[in-house]
């Protein structure tokens, strides 16, 4: 993977001279004794971490404005290490907010690309043509846009459909989805009036249809929010997306989780037992849905965006709203959603990191750890067996505000005590979780081609002795 943020070793070498780049090196002594260093001076001695020049000339400043110019080395580090880079996820979920959600698989190639121009006619396109028209084949809708992200989705939907009149929503789906997304302040937000019907546990479709048929009332959407990353048990009832297509006004649903059919058909062995209750864009539109609209970074497994899908008239309203304009995705965006469309038609769950990850079978995890402990065992014996590398069962879970509580059996490798900060200062950084004392690395979130990474970070963990 070519990482322009990450300095690379022959060009420059990490700060602090070890493979890791915390080693801490003393500053350079620059200036004259007794003197305060020039900043100019203190900034170059730093040219060895890579990053440029006017970067840092802050560092030198803020170091010698600190008394402390000594510590413009560690500063340098610190910055360097802010700068946006590959991780090793170990910590065994799949879709991390914190680490990009879904695991990018694609890279882009250089130069121009035809994003808004049609090759056949020589005339202006549309973005939407490519990347919306393979998401709708691939989940059976008639037609598909993609925006900014799955807020940026819901939004223009009900900006576009329902400005100035009601939208109809269980007080069930009232919900906050996750970073201060809630249903009711997006609905605010796009201008159009909440119609909040039945009770938080119970809604049924009469509570649906009294609310279409108040004498005042003015419904131009009802809404259902998937329960994405919670779950309402016991004594509930909600209306389905069947019944609610019976009713009368356009269904719109928010799905957020984005698993494209329940059959999973680019899946070789079909959908895996974890997956049995999520619902599906397919499916729901299927079952009468108007329009569906979906996360990009989740279970879709590609990068931040929002799809809208559906009905081609209800789709092309939204389109033409004018926050379109302002919710469009960039180029990048957009190629790399064609290459997980793309990959999906061919089903071909192999070119779709997340999905790759989510189906490793455990033996093969099992195998891929007991290789780790190993190379360990040999690479750097342990001075006691309890400080030993070992094997262990645990649980992968999706993440990401989807299926809550739901586990996926994974293997990974354990070390004791928690190592967490010494595995995130490495080279790559290893983003790691503890459990009961023991630093876990599950393997379900790590590319192979990171294994050898992990048995150095290890070796290097175990050897430190302030690590447990
Ligand atoms: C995640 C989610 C969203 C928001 O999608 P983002 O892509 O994170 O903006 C909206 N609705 C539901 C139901 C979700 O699960």
Redesign the pocket.
């Known amino acids: 993977m070519d990482d322009p943020a990450e300095p690379r070793a022959d060009r420059h070498p990490p700060v602090g001279g070890g493979p890791d780049g915390t080693g801490g090196r003393p500053a350079t002594t620059v200036g004259e004794p007794g003197r305060p260093p020039s900043i100019d001076a203190l900034a170059r001695s730093l040219a060895g971490t890579g990053l440029p020049h006017p970067v840092l000339v802050e560092v030198a400043r803020e170091a010698v404005a600190a008394g402390d110019a000594a510590s413009a080395a560690a500063r340098a580090d610190e910055r360097s290490r802010r700068l946006l880079r590959p991780v090793v996820n170990a910590t065994g979920v799949l879709l991390h907010?914190n680490m990009g959600?879904a695991p990018l698989g694609h890279t882009q190639p250089e130069g121009y690309t035809n994003l808004e121009l049609d090759l056949t006619s020589g005339e202006r396109g549309s973005r939407h043509d490519h990347v919306g028209a393979l998401l709708a084949t691939a989940c059976g809708a008639q037609a598909a846009i993609v925006v900014?992200?799955?807020?940026?989705?819901?939004l223009l939907a009900l900006a576009a459909l329902a400005r100035d009149r009601d939208v109809v929503v269980s007080r069930g789906e009232l919900?906050e989805?996750?970073?201060g997304?809630r249903?009711p302040e997006?609905m605010a937000t796009s201008g159009c009036r909440l119609v909040e019907v039945g009770t938080t546990n119970r809604t049924r479709l009469a509570d649906v249809r009294a609310a279409v048929d108040a004498p005042q009332a003015d419904v131009a959407v009802l809404l259902k929010?998937?329960?994405?990353?919670y779950r309402i048990t016991g004594f509930t009832e909600a209306v389905g997306v069947a019944e609610l297509a019976a009713v009368g006004p356009p269904v719109v649903v928010?799905?957020?989780?984005?698993l494209l059919d329940a059959a999973c058909p680019w899946l070789a062995d079909g959908p895996p037992a974890w997956l049995r209750s999520e619902p599906a864009v397919r499916q729901t539109l299927a079952a009468g849905a108007d329009l569906v609209?979906?996360?990009?970074?989740?279970l879709l497994g590609g990068p931040?965006?929002?799809v809208i899908a559906g009905s081609p008239e209800l789709v092309a309203r939204c389109a033409a709203h004018p926050l379109a304009r302002a919710l469009r995705p960039g180029g990048l965006v957009l190629g790399a959603l064609q290459e997980v469309a793309l990959a999906y038609l061919r089903r071909d769950a192999g070119a779709l990191p997340f999905w790759r990850m989510a189906t490793l079978d455990t033996d093969t995890l099992q195998r891929r750890a007991q290789t780790i402990v190993d190379s360990l065992a040999t690479a750097a014996p342990a001075p006691t067996t309890d400080r030993a590398a070992e094997v262990v069962r645990c649980a992968s879970v999706t993440g990401?505000?989807?299926l809550p509580g739901i586990e996926i059996p994974s293997v990974g490798v354990a070390v004791p005590g928690d190592r967490r900060t010494i595995l995130r200062s490495g080279r790559p950084p290893i983003v790691a979780r503890v459990e009961d004392g023991r630093t876990v690395c599950d393997l379900r979130t790590v590319d192979p081609a990171h294994d050898e990474a992990l048995v150095d970070a290890l070796a290097r963990a175990l050897a430190d002795p302030g690590g447990s």
């Not at 929010?225 to 990353?229: G, T």
């Not at 928010?254 to 984005?258: A, M």
């Not at 609209?293 to 989740?298: A, F, L, N, Q, T």
């Open positions: 907010t959600r900014n992200n799955g807020a940026a989705a819901v919900v989805i996750g970073g997304f249903i997006v929010v998937h329960q994405s990353n928010d799905l957020g989780s984005g609209v979906i996360s990009g970074d989740k931040q965006a929002g990401g505000g989807t």
